[in-house]
């Protein structure tokens, strides 16, 4: 059972345009939820968080929305950028130190 | 910067093989933790550690075990490699003060002929 789901293999967005990753959980007891950035051949780097007792939580031109009802969170990169390009992950956890559950990722890709 | 570097980039094994990965970080986390990555399955995590000499199984450990004899160093072990072991493995690791980000290192892509 996936507990972490990401609907979207892959998305194109132009530069400059906003882009909204969208990533859904089945697990009430995750309280930690994070996003990676992964480029090919190297290994993925933390970009933004958020805990499960907040709804938004905003670092430079990423932003990440939670909806705990709808078990449903969502990060917006504004404006897009032609390094933006790369496979995006969302993760979660039930608190402790316990390894992170991924969702299967989405491919972002920027046009010129 | 948490630096975390693993021992080989690219490796190639035969079947059969004993094979070992090796994680080295230098921030003193306590946490380590083994994934593995593959095509439309994301990250799957294999192991973790919590501390020196102790380990947890994580979601796929079948095929595999590790190894913590020090804290800067968690190592994963194919006891006997097979094909379906063909991946990228990502080492990671964690520690207090930073959340529940991990830090991963480049990754090893192994091949298993």
């Known amino acids: 059972d996936q507990q972490v789901k990401q609907n979207s293999p892959s998305l194109s967005v132009q530069e400059g345009r906003i882009s909204i990753l969208n990533c859904d959980y089945t697990n009430s007891m995750f309280d930690y939820f994070l996003w990676y950035k992964k480029y090919p051949a190297e290994g993925p780097t933390f970009l933004i968080s958020?805990?499960?007792?907040?709804d938004k939580n905003e670092d430079g031109r990423f932003t990440v929305f939670l909806n705990k009802s709808a078990k449903h969170l969502s990060l917006h990169i504004v404006p897009s950028q032609p390094g933006d390009s790369a496979v995006y992950f969302c993760?979660?956890?039930?608190?402790?130190?316990?390894?992170?559950?991924f969702g299967k990722g989405t491919h972002l890709i920027i046009q010129p | 910067d948490v630096k975390v570097t693993q021992s080989s980039r690219y490796l190639v094994k035969r079947t059969g093989e004993k094979v070992f990965l090796e994680c080295v970080q230098d921030?003193?986390?306590?946490?380590m933790f083994w994934y593995r990555q593959d095509p439309g399955l994301g990250l799957r995590l294999i192991y973790f550690s919590y501390d020196v000499k102790m380990k947890e199984k994580g979601d796929i450990p079948e095929g595999y075990s590790v190894s913590r004899e020090k804290k800067e160093r968690f190592s994963l072990i194919l006891e006997s490699a097979s094909t379906n072991q063909t991946s990228m493995y990502l080492c990671a690791s964690s520690g207090p003060g930073q959340g529940y980000e991990q830090y991963f290192g480049p990754g090893t892509r192994l091949t298993v002929t």
């Open positions: 958020i805990s499960s007792i907040k």
């Open positions: 993760a979660a956890i039930v608190g402790g130190a316990d390894g992170l559950t």
């Open positions: 921030m003193d986390h306590e946490n």
